[in-house]
């Protein structure tokens, strides 16, 4: 099979995801230190823009078509490579210009020509899944995680209404990047990944039981829409739209019960398909998940919604675990699985297990900071701490694209 340009590919997302770090950090040291020619707040804009664009969604991309390659035996490589470069210029444009003028017309065009390359990739992408012979699971998951993309960027459209609007009520603001965030994080990402998943588990020997469960996709379909309330319940919402926000937590859990069966039932049999790396990968993805769900649905109590909005390092501790734990731990791993990434360079594996136990770190610390805000007392040196494990993260990642520079070497040695 065929790796190119699908390996080119990744290695550049996994640049892109260093690149990201490497403003983690910087984020992290302005906090700290002075450097007065860094905005923050600016600066913090084109991180996230970039953490969606430049990472997660490139690595999304790369093995969305990677699987319908592996499926359709006259695939048209070449509208993906021009799309691939589309979806990189926009990415580092907003990158380039967000922390240096904010929102003004240079980064509202790289954001717009962001949603433009998503939009023909979801096109493009559908189309080729209907040509393909996908499993009728991994191309319903793609699909609904097309939908939800498309979702995701109306709040982006809406947030720019109201920015020319002017003099909107601060509640709408933070509800319009809410309904982004949701659509993304929860549909686009989670549902990409799903996909990667089922994906995985159907090309495993058959077991009894392990490819049934559509009842995963049926509910978290349903609760897509009403758990956006779930993201909104700091707002003073009409009883609906709360009761609507506790039906789509408890269909989130039955959803979680009925993956569980299926991860029993498969675990059996994909033990000896999974390299150890990925194993430890796919774990911590599997309990940031499990987090997930519990925690959206502990919102819904009154007492929790106020610890889970009103406290900034929970909030954080919140996307970054689904960020870096659940999404970025997964698409690591899948590409590894899928030798898109090579894991067997001594530095490789130094790096995954660097980076792996920065993330745990940064995690503990944000969640500890959290706790300790809402009892009112102060975390010493965390701030300090979290500066470290910024450099941990970037550290191991950077080590890991080292690692595929040696392994390329180790390769083309071997060949000659």
């Known amino acids: 099979m065929d790796h190119l340009p699908f390996r080119r590919w990744a290695l550049l997302s996994l640049l892109n995801f260093c690149i990201l770090a ?23 804009h084109g991180h996230s823009h970039f953490a969606f664009s430049g990472w997660v969604g490139m690595a999304l991309f790369n093995g969305i078509v990677w699987v319908i390659y592996r499926h359709h035996k006259s695939l048209n490589l070449e509208p993906y490579k021009r799309l691939f470069w589309l979806g990189q210029i926009a990415a580092f444009g907003m990158l ?4 240096f003028m904010g929102y003004k017309w240079p980064s509202i065009t790289f954001s717009t020509l962001s ?9 493009r992408a559908w189309k080729d899944i209907r040509q393909s012979t996908l499993p009728l ?3 319903q ?7 939800m993309l498309g979702l995701s960027t109306l709040g982006t459209f809406f ?14 603001y933070i509800g319009s990047v809410y309904f982004f965030l949701h659509f993304q994080y929860n549909g686009w990402f989670l549902f990409a990944i799903l996909g990667f998943f089922y994906y995985f588990i159907s090309r495993i020997p058959y077991q009894a039981g392990c490819h049934a469960r559509p009842q995963v996709f049926r509910y978290l379909i349903i609760a897509s829409i009403p758990a956006y309330f779930l993201s909104a319940l700091w707002m003073r919402l009409p009883s609906w739209m709360y009761w609507s926000a506790v039906a789509a937590g408890l269909l989130q859990l039955v959803a979680l019960y009925y993956f569980s069966l299926l991860l029993f039932r498969c675990v059996r049999g994909t033990r000896a398909e999974v390299s150890g790396i990925v194993k430890w990968l796919w774990g911590f993805a599997l309990l940031a998940f499990i987090l997930k769900i519990l925690m959206q649905a502990l919102s819904v109590i009154p007492a929790v919604t106020h610890l889970a909005f009103g406290f900034r390092p929970i909030v954080i501790g919140y996307l970054h675990m689904v960020l870096l734990g659940l999404v970025s731990f997964f698409l690591l791993g899948f590409l590894v699985q899928e030798k898109l ?8 594996i130094a790096g995954f297990i660097l980076f792996i136990s920065a993330v745990v770190l940064n995690e503990i610390l944000l969640m500890l900071q959290g706790v300790r805000s809402i009892w009112m007392q102060a975390f010493p040196y965390a701030n300090q701490f979290l500066f470290g494990a910024a450099i941990m993260i970037f550290t191991g990642l950077l080590l890991i694209i080292i690692g595929q520079r040696s392994a390329r070497r180790a390769v083309a040695q071997g060949a000659d």
């Open 22 to 44: 490497a403003v983690g950090v910087l984020l992290r040291y302005k906090i700290i230190f002075s450097l007065p020619m860094v905005h923050q707040k600016n600066l913090l």
């Open 96 to 99: 380039l210009t967000f922390p």
């Open 115 to 123: 949603v433009v390359f998503s939009y023909l990739f979801a096109w």
């Open 137 to 139: 699971p991994v191309a």
């Open 141 to 147: 998951w793609f699909r609904a995680s097309f939908v």
């Open 159 to 172: 947030l720019a209404w109201l920015m020319m609007q002017k003099g909107q009520g601060q509640e709408w």
């Open 341 to 348: 990434i090579d894991r067997h360079a001594k530095t490789t």
